[in-house]
């Protein structure tokens, strides 16, 4: 899956997990904060620290109960795109 732009003003964008390794796109599109609904350990891609990360823990399976991350999710977009990293709004990738 390729990186999307989320309709609206906010820089929101949605995509699948390769997309991290995609470093020119991410550079590019000046992503600052990372949303990762998977299970995965992070550890072996390169530059992660440059990114703001929360991990969502999930299963992919139908009955995966994400009602739960929705408010720690939620704060966390909302800060990363009011606030930003470094004095700029943020701009936020959710992957799965």
């Known amino acids: 899956m390729a990186l999307s732009r989320v309709p609206g003003e906010d820089e929101l964008y949605v995509g699948g997990i390769f997309i991290l390794r995609r470093k ?17 350990d992070f ?14 823990e999930v299963d992919d ?16 977009i909302e800060k990363a795109l009011k606030e930003g990293k470094n004095g700029k709004k943020g701009k936020v990738l959710i992957h799965w």
């Not at 020119?24 to 995965?40: C, E, F, P």
Request: hydrophobic content about 35%; aromatic content about 12%.
């Open 61 to 76: 399976i139908d009955d995966e109960n994400l009602l739960g991350e929705f408010e720690r999710t939620g704060s966390f």
């Open 24 to 40: 020119s796109t991410l550079a590019d599109t000046g992503i600052t904060h990372v949303v990762s609904v998977l299970k995965y």
């Open 43 to 56: 550890k072996d891609f390169e530059d992660w620290d440059k990114y703001e990360h929360l991990s969502v």
